[in-house]
């Protein structure tokens, strides 16, 4: 008997309706689209979703981690207000380890409190949140060289702060960063190749662009009816429809990432499934609370490689007969999937399911299960069985 080749990847996708909504704009405050299949489709940029996905996910595992050009003025912060440094000390120590940490700098005009030159990186950093506690520590270690120290007036100034121990803590990681990546060329071994692919979310139809023209009443004005008008005028835009999203997780990179840690691999990956699904962008949330559900979740554990079914809607689907394009995408979804699987042949997948809020089977898409927790389940009991590459060798 031929044993099953270990699990590589782990692919969600995802069918949601959204109302009413602007949930990523572009410079100019508009809807975000794209051409595909030869008609107008409403579109999520994948930063964007990603963003709120890590904001979940974060929640979720207790960790958090910090993108920033402004590490020495957090710092400062820090020191200033936690361990009550002078103002004018605990600016000078941010600025020192801004510069330590080797990334080119931009100095900005002088804070008009404490007179120390703001010094800005010329690329963001992103590390553990722990980490500018643990800057924090290093500057009071060497706050008596701090307080003999110059202030860092020009672009070639040097730090009296240890180089190594300063870009050790920015190499540091936690469960954010070996999940989804750094991207951190300044400072040496510090990338992180990230374990999780996201893609750019669409409407599986055409979508046409809503103009909304709004009025703002004056309240004295109203009150007291001595004149006409508004108080402000505007107009925004607006789309809805329903989206087709797509996620993989490498159990490879994500191994190496972890040093081989299955449980923590595993943990990491039950923690991006859950947030991937349940998350949605707050772009004007407050005017428009698009908070739906997902209407069909479907998962895929592979040994060979990704398969986005994005290509299921490069014919757009058509409304249903009784009105709605939910129905009709679930249905291109499923026949879709059946047909690639047909062509290519199912020999790579390990396992596959779905669930949703559909009575209606759709075979395609492998066994049903009753709940998203009874899926994500099934998907990690096969991606880290024994020998597989998300399980420790």
Known sequence: MTAKPPARFICVHVLQTVPFANLNRDDTNSVKTVQYGGVLRTRVSSQCWKRAVRTEFQQRIGQSALRTRRIGERVSRLL???????????????????????????????????????????????????????????????????????????????????????????KTR????????????????????????????????????????????DDVTDDWNDSTGSGHMGHAEFSAGTFYRYATIDLEELATNLGDDAAAARELGEAFLHSFIRSLPKAKKNSTAPNTVPDLIHLTVRADRPLSLAAAFEKPVRMAADGGYAASSRDTLAQYADAVNTFMGDDGILQAGWT??????????????????????????????????????
Request: glycine share 8%.
């Open 174 to 217: 936690n469960g954010v960063i070996n999940l989804f990546g750094r991207m951190l060329a300044e400072v040496d071994d510090a990338g992180v190749d990230g374990a999780v692919q996201v893609a750019h979310a669409m409407t599986t139809h055409p979508t046409d662009i809503e103009i909304d023209y709004f009025s703002a009443v």
């Open 356 to 393: 949703g809020l559909d009575a209606k089977d759709h075979h395609g898409l492998g066994d049903r299960h009753t709940t998203l927790n009874n899926l994500v389940t099934a998907a990690l009991e096969t991606a880290f069985a024994p020998g597989g590459s998300g399980a420790a060798a």
């Open 80 to 170: 200033a207000e936690e361990r009550g440094w002078p103002k004018d000390l605990a600016a000078r120590a941010g600025a020192h380890l801004a510069v330590a940490s080797g990334i080119k700098f931009e100095l900005e005009e002088k804070d008009k409190q404490v007179q120390v030159n703001k010094v800005i990186g010329n690329a963001l950093v992103y590390v553990p949140q722990t980490a500018i506690a643990e800057l924090t520590d290093l500057a009071a270690e060497h706050r008596a060289e701090l307080e003999k120290a110059r202030d860092i007036k020009k672009s070639n100034d040097k730090s009296i702060l240890p180089k190594d121990k300063v870009t050790a803590i920015l």
